[in-house]
């Protein structure tokens, strides 16, 4: 089979000790972050019975995104990037326990949540590219493709078991039980990262260049590497646009589907559990060849299936759509982000990831996009056209940039 190159590789990356203490800590890590999201999201709306604070606290995590991310990029290829991860998911766990002791002891306020969720962002934006560039530093090329796809696979996994385990354990043991759970995975993290070694920092040299123009030189880089900006352009592009269909499935399962909060359960699951399988099949397969057509054609998968989605009036056949979305969805950005990482020098790769990482501070502006032309002409109209324009949008690149069908 021309897809896999060897299935000999399947889950080789878990053969470096490094990397199986990494997936461990990540996989810790995902499930903080997913709890976390529901037991504030569900302590703020209680408090407040507004979803105007709702929206706001939940601005607040993506504000430094889009302020630091840049910064962070440049700090992550001057520092040992396990120490970076250290400090930062201390200082979430911090965050964690603060919130922790505040609901224990009733003096819980909205104001707490939202400075939370704006000073765990602010952590989060520097912990983004250094996790991404140490993965680099930990597995070799032949191992990249599987370590990226393995990082995919523990994002699902909590993806789907987290938010529903914290709904769970809310109705027993509280928020408040849920935030301590958080805290203590937070340690768990950081217990996994001490079992990895902290690696070299830049050479001081490099370090005594003003940050600014550490950040000018990894834009520079992108700017004038056509295939990285390519690779760039194929992860913001289908982002700003197939991405916030989720946002818009309150709206297929009340209004074209009619089956209420059920058949919402089903469509947001029948998305995770689709990339779950496409993470695992990516990784399973070991290493492959023709990666930069695989990209396109998983893309266009990704496309053609918020395509049918959005004509359908069938819940069986919406959810076997989504299933086709998430599972080509996932592999999509799973083989992007391995060209992305592969063709890009180790000295520049936190900054290089701390650019494509802005796609996480612009979900407001996707979302914001989504609900205004579902306003407009309605959230299958909306999907519909979402889908089609994935399509085009890499059938234009596919035949203007021949190289990137061709990388390996």
Not at 52 to 58: C, D, E, P, R
Not at 177 to 203: C, D, E, N, R
Not at 400 to 408: A, D, G, S, V
Request: glycine residues 10%; charged residues 10%; proline residues 3%.
């Amino acid at each position: 089979m021309g897809f896999i190159k060897n299935r000999r590789d399947a889950f080789i990356a878990f053969n470096n000790r490094d990397f199986s203490w990494y997936w461990v800590g990540l996989l810790l890590s995902f499930n903080g972050m997913n709890m976390t999201n529901v037991a504030r999201g569900w302590l703020v709306y209680t408090l407040t019975d507004s979803a105007f604070y709702l929206g706001l606290v939940t601005a607040g995590f993506g504000i430094p995104l889009l302020l630091f991310s840049l910064h962070a990029g440049a700090l992550a290829d001057r520092l040992r990037k396990r120490n970076v991860l250290l400090f930062c998911r201390a200082g979430t766990g911090l965050v964690s326990l603060a919130i922790a002791v505040l609901i224990t002891i009733d003096r819980i306020a909205v104001w707490h949540l939202m400075a939370a969720s704006v000073v765990s962002g602010t952590f989060f934006v520097f912990y983004l590219p250094a996790r991404q560039a140490f993965v680099r530093e930990l597995v070799s090329d032949d191992a990249l493709l599987n370590a990226v796809a393995l990082n995919s696979i523990a994002m699902n996994i909590s993806r789907i078991a987290s938010p529903a385990l914290a709904g769970v354990l809310m109705k027993w043991i509280g928020a408040g039980g849920v935030y301590w759970i958080i805290t203590v995975s937070s340690a768990l993290t950081i217990l996994t990262l001490f079992m990895i070694p902290a690696g070299q920092p830049a050479p001081a040299e490099r370090r005594a260049v003003p940050i600014l123009k550490d950040v000018a030189e990894g834009l520079r880089h992108v700017m004038n590497n056509r295939i990285i900006l390519v690779l760039m352009m194929i992860a913001f592009v289908p982002f700003l646009t197939t991405m916030s269909y989720q946002m818009l499935l309150p709206v297929f399962a009340k209004s074209v589907f009619g089956s209420g909060e059920t058949g919402l359960g089903l469509l947001m699951s029948a998305t995770g559990v689709g990339a779950l399988i496409g993470a695992a099949t990516l990784a399973s397969a070991g290493d492959i060849r023709h990666k930069g057509l695989w990209t396109i054609i998983t893309g266009v998968g990704l496309g053609a299936a918020l395509f049918l989605f959005g004509l359908t009036r069938s819940m069986p056949l919406a959810l076997a759509c989504l299933l086709m979305a998430g599972a080509s969805g996932s592999v999509y950005m799973a083989l992007n982000m391995t060209l992305l990482m592969g063709y890009t020098p180790q000295d520049l790769m936190g900054r290089v990831m701390s650019i494509y990482m802005i796609t996480f501070g612009l979900t407001p502006v996707a979302t914001l996009i989504a609900g205004a032309l579902a306003q407009v002409v309605g959230a299958s109209l909306t999907v519909v056209f979402f889908g089609l324009f994935m399509i085009l949008f890499l059938m234009i690149v596919f035949v203007m940039e021949p190289r990137l069908r061709k990388l390996n």
